[in-house]
């Protein structure tokens, strides 16, 4: 009876030492886990929660969806720092996004043009750019994107609405 119970136990203590056992020298690191579509899009919800979509100007969908987030209340004179996400939906070979010079804007020469080398379907991709507006009330900046693909370039324009305040109606 005791060879019983010792010899129920050699499985138990086998699989216990292979659970602390690291990969073997020169074997390979274990794989990373594959995502899937809806833990992909999960994830992009998720980081860009306080983002809001900016629309597009074309009638068909967008080469890729653009969300943004100003990282303060946009005031007349006052240098604007806005977060943008970048989400295409097929891979690119290279994209490039211009912000366009706008008379209710100044833009910071840094951000008027910036390229992303090949892009992955369903990726995040994150970038900031700087403008000064310079009027007051509901002003809209504009975005172009121009996705490089193998069978063409894809352009897709974007409108950025944003109210700006003047400095005197900055504190409510």
Same mark, same amino acid.
């Given at each position: %009876?005791?060879?019983?119970?010792?010899?129920?136990?050699?499985?138990?203590?086998?699989?216990?030492?292979?659970?602390?056992? +690291?990969?073997?020298? +020169? +074997?390979?690191?274990?794989?990373?886990?594959?995502?899937?579509?809806?833990?992909?899009?999960?994830?992009?919800?998720?980081?860009?929660?306080?983002?809001?979509?900016?629309?597009?100007?074309?009638?068909?969908?967008?080469?890729?969806?653009?969300?943004?987030?100003?990282?303060?209340?946009?005031?007349? +004179? =006052?240098?604007?720092?806005?977060?943008?996400? %970048?989400?295409?939906?097929?891979?690119?070979?290279?994209?490039?996004? @211009?912000?366009?010079?706008?008379?209710?804007? @100044? =833009?910071?020469?840094?951000?008027?043009?910036i390229t992303l080398p090949s892009l992955l379907p369903h990726t995040l991709y994150r970038r900031r750019i700087t403008v000064t507006p310079t009027a007051a009330g509901v002003q809209a900046l504009a975005i172009d994107v121009a996705l490089s693909r193998a069978s063409g370039i894809d352009q897709a324009d974007f409108v950025l609405p944003l109210i700006?305040?003047?400095?005197?109606?900055? @504190?409510?």
């Amino acid at each position: %009876m005791a060879k019983f119970r010792m010899l129920a136990l050699v499985p138990a203590f086998a699989a216990l030492a292979a659970c602390h056992r +690291g990969p073997k020298a +020169g +074997g390979a690191p274990p794989a990373a886990p594959v995502r899937t579509a809806s833990e992909s899009a999960r994830s992009i919800a998720t980081a860009t929660a306080g983002y809001v979509e900016a629309p597009s100007l074309a009638k068909s969908p967008p080469a890729l969806r653009l969300k943004f987030a100003p990282q303060s209340r946009p005031t007349v +004179g =006052v240098p604007l720092t806005i977060d943008l996400a %970048m989400i295409p939906p097929e891979a690119a070979l290279a994209a490039t996004i @211009n912000v366009a010079a706008d008379p209710s804007f @100044n =833009v910071d020469p840094a951000s008027r043009t910036i390229t992303l080398p090949s892009l992955l379907p369903h990726t995040l991709y994150r970038r900031r750019i700087t403008v000064t507006p310079t009027a007051a009330g509901v002003q809209a900046l504009a975005i172009d994107v121009a996705l490089s693909r193998a069978s063409g370039i894809d352009q897709a324009d974007f409108v950025l609405p944003l109210i700006v305040a003047t400095a005197a109606t900055q @504190n409510p």
